[in-house]
């Protein structure tokens, strides 16, 4: 049965009183271990991901000034391992997409765009970006064996990895075999002001969930959630948060989120619902601008090598590369990309769609922002 919020509220606090008398125990999200041979090139288990050349002139400039609009504790895990593969140092610039976009335009107009490599979620983000020149076209070692949904503009940028969007709920306040099973779960009765959301104009996360729920889930199905009286947060991270501190008892979240956030014991699982997860996506390119290049390369080519790939895997998001396994998160094992369960909508239809499916929600919804 649904636990009594209010004795979950006090177990919370409980716990945190406690975790202030002794260091809290995180669990390592990757397990970066790894055979690395550095004596011909940059080899990582068995596999050869730059030749000796390319590792002398990359460790030469030794760091690189990356741009992300990915979540920060999930960057900062891949700039880890890199760092530690590589011995290159990456210095971090990190911004939500959308303030992201801003400032790379800004300083690539000024003529001073500081990064040497950009990562955005958003193929309109993207677009924007290789439009004003902002990128350079660099083909990575397995360029000819990539498909067009990863390799974009002859290797103006790549898409890299998909997160992938579903809901959680909160382990202290909701049993396992109560919590939904599916989307259509969550407009049943007993979640009516009780779900946490956030609004649709958050990023292309927020546009691609609900392209999704509006292609997938039938119609009624938004309307009837928004009956529910949600609350609506202006991120998935907030949303999450609230979650986690038990404000709410089930939100839509991202899995590697959940992942990082349960890492941190936090009581939060995720679902894979019956009609599966919105996967959104994540590009990487070298910038024109860029001055520390080879290291530049190098990072590239980390990111689509089966190591990088793997720690993506290891977060919580779905690797590009389709000779990576899913991940297996929180004891659960992530669909195939054939299963069905694991849905990307073609950017250039959530393009077209975006402007007329927010109009949409933010009228089902009473948002204005």
Known sequence: MRKI????????????????????????????????????GLVINGERIADAEELAAAKEEGRISLYSGYVENSEKEVIKVFEE??????????????????????????????????????????SRMREAGVFQSYEV?????MDETVRYFDGDFYRVFNPLYTFAYNTALVDEEDAPKSWHDLNDEQWKDDLGITQVGAGGSSLTLNRFQEQNLGEDFLPTLADQNP?????????????????????????????????KNAPVNFVIPEEGMAAYDYFVGMTDAAVNTDAAELFLEWNLSKRGQDVFRQIGEFPARGDVEPPEILSQQLPTADSGKIVRIDPEVLIAAAEGDQQRWNGLFGYLG
């Open 5 to 40: 919020r209010i004795l979950a509220s006090l177990a919370v606090a409980g716990s945190l009183v406690a975790a202030g008398c002794a260091p809290p125990q995180f669990t390592p999200v990757v397990d970066s271990s790894a055979e690395v041979d550095t004596s011909d």
């Open 85 to 126: 593969d590589t011995g290159i140092k990456v210095d971090l610039v990190r911004l939500v997409p959308n303030r992201l976009s801003e400032r790379v335009l800004s300083e690539q107009g000024a003529g001073r765009l500081g990064a040497d490599v950009v990562r955005t979620s958003d193929f309109d983000i993207a």
């Open 141 to 145: 070692a397995d360029y000819d064996n």
């Open 231 to 263: 609350r609506i947060f202006d991120s998935s991270s907030a949303a999450l948060e609230s979650l986690a501190r038990g404000e709410i008892p089930v939100a839509t979240a991202v899995v590697s989120s959940v992942n990082i956030a349960a890492s």
